[in-house]
C-alpha cells in the first residue's frame, strides 16, 4: 500500500518534470510558444535538463532506499519518525527544484511560474510536444507540429499568429475552432495545413488596399480544409479570393469561396488541387489559371475534383498561357461569361463536366476539340 505522502511527493515530481520542460514567451502568451526560439538556447537548455534529471534520480533513490530500509509509509512503527522523515524528504526536495527554476528564471525563462501553476495543480500549462501525447501526429524533434485556434486559455487568437508560430521546417497542423476570423491568410511556410474543426469556420477579408486576397499561398504543399472564404478587396487585375503564386501549391478540401469582387480561387504559374469545393457569387471567373510569365507548357496545374461553379459575373473556368488541367465532376452554372474559356496553349482533360445556363456558351477559346455538350471536354 502506498502512503498518501508518498503518493503526494511523487505527483509533485511528476508536476516540477512538466514545468521544468515548460517554455513560455517572455511576454508569458501561452499562444505564442516557440519550440525554435528555446533551440538557440541550447546549451542553457542542455545543462538545465542534466540537472533537473540528475536532481530527480537523486530523490526517487532515496524514495526508494528509504522505503527498503523503513518499510511502507503507512507502518506507523516509527511515529513521529516516520512522519518526520517525510516532512524532511519533501521539503528537501521541494526546496531544491524551487532553487533550480529560480536559477534558470534568473537566466531569462519564466519556468517558475509555470512551476508553481503545475504543483498548485492549475491545468492548462502548455508544455513541448509530446510531453503529454505520445501520438506520432503531435510529436517533433525539431519544432511545433499541432496547434490550435480559438477563444480558449492557451489558443491562438487569430489563424495568421498560429502560422506565425508553426514550425520554420517539418510542416505544421492548424486546427481551427468555429467562429468567424477576419484576417488575411498568407501561407508561405511548407507542408502547412489548416483544418476547420466544425462546419462553421469563416474567414473574412475585406479591405480598400489592392491585390490582396482572403488566402495567398507562395510556398509548397499548403492544404486547407473546412473553411469557407469571404474576399473583397480594391483592385483591377490579380483580384482573386484564393491565390497560388509561382511555384505554390495549394490543396483545397470541402471549402467555399466566394469574391465579392474579383475570381474565387487562381493561380499564376502555380498548382491548385481542389475536392468537394463550391465556387460561388463571385464577380469575375470562378477558376482564373494562368501558366507562368513565360507561359511555359504545364507551367501551371489545375486538378478539379466534385467542384461546384455558379453564379459568377465572368466565366466559370479561364484558362490560358500554358495550364494544364485534369478534373472529374465539375459543375458550372449560371455564369454570364464561358462554362469553360481556355486558349494560349491549353492542355488537359476534363470528365463528366456539366455545363448549364451561361450566357456566353458552354465553351470559349482557340482549342478545337471541345463537346458541344460540355461533357468530356478535352483540351490539347
Same mark, same amino acid.
Given at each position: 500500500m502506498v502512503s498518501s505522502s508518498s503518493s503526494s511527493s511523487r505527483a509533485f515530481s511528476n508536476a516540477v518534470v512538466?514545468?521544468?520542460?515548460?517554455?513560455?514567451?517572455?511576454?508569458?502568451?501561452?499562444?505564442?510558444?516557440?519550440?525554435?526560439?528555446f533551440r538557440r538556447r541550447k546549451g542553457r537548455k542542455r545543462r538545465f535538463r542534466r540537472a533537473s534529471v540528475s536532481l530527480l534520480c537523486e530523490e526517487k533513490e532515496a524514495n526508494d532506499e528509504e522505503d527498503k530500509t523503513f518499510g511502507d509509509d503507512d507502518d506507523d512503527d516509527f511515529g513521529g519518525k516516520s512522519i518526520d522523515r517525510r516532512r524532511r524528504r519533501r521539503s528537501l526536495f521541494v526546496s531544491s527544484s524551487l532553487s533550480m527554476i529560480a536559477w534558470y528564471s534568473s537566466s531569462g525563462n519564466d519556468s517558475e511560474n509555470s512551476a508553481f501553476a503545475a504543483a498548485d495543480g492549475v491545468g492548462g500549462v502548455p508544455g513541448f510536444p509530446g510531453d503529454e501525447k505520445s501520438d506520432d501526429k503531435n510529436n517533433s524533434s525539431c519544432g511545433v507540429k499541432s496547434l490550435t485556434v480559438g477563444p480558449n486559455p492557451g489558443e491562438f487568437e487569430?489563424?495568421?499568429?498560429?502560422?506565425?508560430?508553426?514550425?520554420?521546417? @517539418?510542416? *505544421? &497542423?492548424?486546427?481551427?475552432?468555429?467562429?468567424?476570423?477576419?484576417?488575411? %491568410?498568407l501561407m508561405n511556410k511548407n507542408n502547412v495545413k489548416l483544418v476547420g474543426l466544425s462546419d462553421d469556420v469563416f474567414v473574412e477579408w475585406r479591405t480598400s488596399t489592392p491585390y490582396e486576397s482572403v488566402l495567398e499561398v507562395t510556398s509548397e504543399n499548403a492544404s486547407v480544409e473546412n473553411v469557407k472564404f469571404t474576399h473583397a478587396s480594391k483592385s483591377v487585375a490579380n483580384n482573386f479570393g484564393v491565390f497560388v503564386k509561382e511555384k505554390g501549391s495549394l490543396k483545397l478540401k470541402n471549402v467555399s469561396v466566394t469574391s465579392?469582387?474579383?475570381? @474565387?480561387? *487562381? &493561380?499564376?504559374?502555380?498548382?491548385?488541387?481542389?475536392?468537394?469545393?463550391? %465556387?460561388?457569387?463571385?464577380?469575375n471567373h470562378g477558376v482564373s489559371?494562368?501558366?507562368?510569365?513565360?507561359?511555359?507548357?504545364?507551367?501551371?496545374?489545375v486538378h478539379l475534383k466534385n467542384v461546384a461553379i455558379s453564379n459568377c459575373g465572368g466565366d466559370g473556368i479561364l484558362l490560358r498561357g500554358g495550364v494544364q488541367i485534369d478534373s472529374l465532376d465539375v459543375k458550372i452554372d449560371n455564369c454570364t461569361g464561358f462554362g469553360v474559356d481556355a486558349f494560349e496553349n491549353v492542355q488537359g482533360t476534363m470528365k463528366a463536366c456539366k455545363i448549364s445556363k451561361c450566357r456566353k456558351g458552354n465553351v470559349g477559346g482557340d482549342n478545337d476539340n471541345y463537346d458541344g455538350n460540355g461533357v468530356g471536354i478535352e483540351l490539347v
Open positions: 512538466a514545468a521544468l520542460r515548460t517554455s513560455p514567451s517572455r511576454d508569458n502568451e501561452r499562444s505564442s510558444l516557440s519550440f525554435s526560439s487569430t489563424i495568421s499568429k498560429a502560422l506565425d508560430a508553426s514550425a520554420k521546417e @517539418g510542416g *505544421a &497542423t492548424i486546427e481551427i475552432k468555429s467562429g468567424t476570423y477576419k484576417e488575411r %491568410i465579392e469582387t474579383g475570381s @474565387g480561387v *487562381a &493561380t499564376e504559374g502555380g498548382s491548385i488541387d481542389a475536392e468537394n469545393v463550391v %465556387i460561388d457569387k463571385c464577380k489559371a494562368f501558366g507562368n510569365q513565360s507561359e511555359d507548357p504545364k507551367s501551371g496545374q
